[in-house]
T-cell receptor, first 111, second 116 residues
């Protein structure tokens, strides 16, 4: 078990472009979470999957954001028409019970 | 909605000494979970310790222990015999125990520096 992995680790994009991030959870974990962390802040919840079903979405998740978890394995988070305010660290976590295990994050910079 | 407050943006401690990081939270629920996470510079967040609200006994993990005061809605983290590797951002987090409520609510964090 190598833990939660995320790809890419860093992404620089121009405003208006689309970006997609991938998260591979710990293999036996059925729950997967996405959080966003901006500088000087704690992570903020974006969305949550149980297996392939997206069960909870934060109001932070505007309609430019979409997340999927096909077949209940890896997950992708896509941001369309990126804005400078989207610059942040995007964290993925997975769990099978009460404790969430975090990946290293994808740092997005929108120029 | 639940909120988590960490009132100390930065703390420092001498190596081998003890330091306490503060956390308060606001909730109307009676059963929930509380966590302390550590985020070293440029490294991923790792769980330090957890506490279930229904347990009166304070959780302990090696050099890390908590002081959980349910009535006061306080959840502080004590680090004993501080080591250089303890330097990191520390986040306090809350999670409801209700079915389907799995999201973590985090505080803004406390940056801990360890002085050799």
């Amino acid at each position: 078990d190598t833990g939660v992995s995320q790809d890419p680790r860093h992404k620089i994009t121009k405003r208006g472009q689309n970006v997609t991030f991938r998260c591979d959870p710990i293999s036996e974990h059925n729950r997967l979470y996405w959080y966003r962390q901006t500088l000087g802040q704690g992570p903020e919840f974006l969305t949550y999957f149980q297996n392939e079903a997206q069960l909870e979405k934060s109001r932070l998740l505007s309609d430019r954001f979409s997340a999927e978890r096909p077949k209940g394995s890896f997950s992708t988070l896509e941001i369309q028409r990126t804005e400078q305010g989207d610059s942040a660290m995007y964290l993925c976590a997975s769990s099978d019970r009460d404790e969430q295990y975090f990946g290293p994050g994808t740092r997005l910079t929108v120029t | 909605a639940q909120t988590v407050t960490q009132s100390q943006p930065e703390m420092s401690v001498q190596e081998a000494e003890t330091v306490t990081l503060s956390c308060t939270y606001d909730t109307s629920e009676s059963d929930y979970y509380l966590f302390w996470y550590k985020q070293p510079p440029s490294r991923q967040m790792i769980l330090v310790i957890r506490q279930e609200a229904y347990k009166q006994q304070n959780a302990t993990e090696n050099r890390f222990s908590v002081n959980f005061q349910k009535a006061a809605k306080s959840f502080s983290l004590k680090i004993s015999d501080s080591q250089l590797g303890d330097a990191a951002m520390y986040f306090c987090a809350y999670r409801s125990s209700g079915a389907g409520s799995y999201q973590l609510t985090f505080g803004k964090g406390t940056k801990l520096s360890v002085i050799p």
